[in-house]
């Protein structure tokens, strides 16, 4: 993401990550630029997991959410 983009999202405030969340996740995907679940459909599961924070539960409620909007994972 470039860091306008990343910009432009933290100034619109829009993020449809999963509610719920852990604390830890949300910094580490926020602080990685990732704010929109379409973000992930370019990245595989493994990449978002070396991001420090994130776990196996953070995980699984993106995956969740991808797949409740038709959406997953970039397969590698």
């Avoid at 999963?18 to 973000?39: D, F, H, M, T, V």
């Amino acid at each position: 993401m470039k860091q306008n983009e990343k910009q432009l999202y933290q100034v619109e405030g829009e993020s449809d990550l999963p509610p719920g969340l852990a604390k830890p996740a949300q910094r580490a995907l926020k602080g990685a630029g990732y704010l929109r679940l379409e973000q992930f459909t370019t990245v595989s599961e493994s990449d978002v997991l070396q991001l420090h924070g994130m776990g196996p539960k953070a995980l699984e409620q993106i995956r969740r959410s991808l797949a409740d909007k038709g959406l997953s994972f970039q397969n590698k």
